[in-house]
T-cell receptor, first 113, second 111 residues
Framework: DTGVSQNPRHKITKRGQNVTFRCDPI?????LYWYRQTLGQGPEFLTY????????KSRLLSDRFSAERPKGSFSTLEIQRTEQGDSAMYLC???????????FGQGTRLTVV | QKEVEQDPGPLSVPEGAIVSLNCTYS??????FMWYRQYSRKGPELLMY????GNKEDGRFTAQVDKSSKYISLFIRDSQPSDSATYLC???????????FGTGTRLKVLA
């Protein structure tokens, strides 16, 4: 399978704990995106990387959120001191240079209890 | 007002019907338009991708963009029960790769 891969698929954590999600983009895609989706809503943009550089970051991304893409390959999204409002599906997508449409992974569903 | 508006539905149609799904937007800078299909608890799956105005056809799916009216449509011909899902429109301008999504329209195709 050469699609976007996200791990874990599901995460249940206690309020106040830190969590980290991983995204492996489609091989050769230089752009990588993180989105958050809550029930009944469309995905909301969080941040975007071109290679290893984080080029855009939403105001939705509070100081508790940080994303990295070392070496321009996989990416991690960390949420510190989780809150119940962080419960959502976290989606990763990637796109290339010739074809710029974004392809999504299956998401990581986070539940904060 | 949201940048992208989409009727959440649900929209119920009989099998074989032609389905019309629509989004309106307010930002005239949007140039790239996409339609995604999302099944429950899954990631969005790209269906159609168009640049600027015009039509694009792929199998049973046709995407239309009318930039003068800031209105995009997705038509599904010969709809099947397997088409039952949420359909999301997304768009972006040039100079940014930040895609803005609609809330999605839930579609139910009844056998």
């Amino acid at each position: 399978d050469t699609g976007v891969s996200q791990n874990p698929r599901h995460k249940i954590t206690k309020r106040g704990q830190n969590v980290t999600f991983r995204c492996d983009p489609i091989s050769e895609h230089n752009r990588l995106y993180w989105y958050r989706q809550t029930l009944g809503q469309g995905p909301e943009f969080l941040t975007y990387f071109q290679n290893e550089a984080q080029l855009e970051k939403s105001r939705l991304l509070s100081d508790r959120f940080s994303a990295e893409r070392p070496k321009g390959s996989f990416s991690t999204l960390e949420i510190q001191r989780t809150e119940q409002g962080d419960s959502a599906m976290y989606l990763c997508a990637s796109s290339g240079t010739t074809h710029t449409e974004a392809f999504f992974g299956q998401g990581t569903r986070l539940t904060v209890v | 007002q949201k940048e992208v508006e989409q009727d959440p539905g649900p929209l119920s149609v009989p099998e074989g019907a032609i389905v019309s799904l629509n989004c309106t937007y307010s930002n005239s800078a949007f140039q790239y338009f996409m339609w995604y299909r999302q099944y429950s608890r899954k990631g969005p799956e790209l269906l159609m991708y168009t640049y600027s105005s015009g039509n694009k056809e792929d199998g049973r799916f046709t995407a239309q963009v009318d930039k003068s009216s800031k209105y995009i449509s997705l038509f599904i011909r010969d709809s099947q029960p397997s088409d039952s899902a949420t359909y999301l429109c997304a768009m972006r301008g040039t100079g940014t790769y930040k895609y803005i999504f609609g809330t999605g329209t839930r579609l139910k195709v009844l056998a």
